[in-house]
């Protein structure tokens, strides 16, 4: 995707849910500004969209913890050693240590039961409202939307994340991971913030998001 900065509009690594869009990577972006202070005339500046938000503190932050929530499903495989992770509930929130993003302890809910609804007993070692930076989790089913204890334990921590001060929360997200047959990785991630509609498929998410270079 080649575009001018004014019609990029970019959120971390994700895309609008269903899209076929390439996920914000490497595509260039064209800087338009004037050549010469005397001349009226446009000229053309090629940065790349990673570039561009790494570059900006409180994007980057975003950009990182879509990087670190990709990689924590494949965190949750290799914890797993290679069993099914849709099979039963897997969780662990994301923190910020103030250099980088963190995944905290992981979770494992039991293996579902018919009549049962599945669940996870999140690992809230190490989290605070001054570090959480949103959570990452999966799902048995295939649904991607959020629970109403998803939703609870999400704003709790929210809550807990205003109390604390913090003034960088409009794109802070709960992950959630479901497998998809469709999609090249067999599961897509989706993300939703404070004010996402939890009875639609919140923004996809690069499942192989790269974090800013150090």
């Not at 009549?115 to 048995?140: E, K, L, R």
Request: aromatic share 8%.
């Amino acid at each position: 995707m080649t575009d001018t900065v004014g019609d990029v509009i970019v959120t971390g690594q994700r895309r609008p849910a269903g899209s076929s869009e390439p996920f914000p990577k490497d595509e260039p972006v064209i800087v338009n500004g004037p050549v010469d202070p005397n001349d009226a005339t446009i000229g053309e500046e090629s940065t790349t969209v990673q570039e561009q938000q790494c570059a900006i503190p409180k994007n980057r932050k975003i950009w990182d913890a879509d990087a670190r929530a990709a990689q924590g499903v494949k965190d949750f495989m290799t914890y797993s050693a290679g069993q099914n992770i849709f099979g039963r509930e897997h969780q662990a929130y994301i923190r910020f240590n103030g250099t980088q993003m963190e995944l905290g302890n992981i979770s494992v809910g039991p293996v579902p039961q018919p009549g049962q609804t599945p669940y996870v007993s999140p690992n809230i070692t190490g989290i605070t409202g001054a570090n959480w930076m949103g959570d990452v989790h999966t799902h048995v089913s295939t649904i991607g939307q959020p629970s109403q204890e998803d939703i609870n334990d999400f704003n709790m921590w929210y809550d807990q994340a205003v109390a604390a001060g913090r003034t960088d929360l409009a794109d802070v997200a709960m992950y959630i991971a479901v497998r998809d047959s469709s999609a090249p990785d067999g599961y897509r991630i989706y993300a939703y913030t404070k004010t996402s509609d939890p009875n639609v498929n919140g923004r996809e998410v690069d499942p192989n998001g790269q974090p800013c270079p150090a």
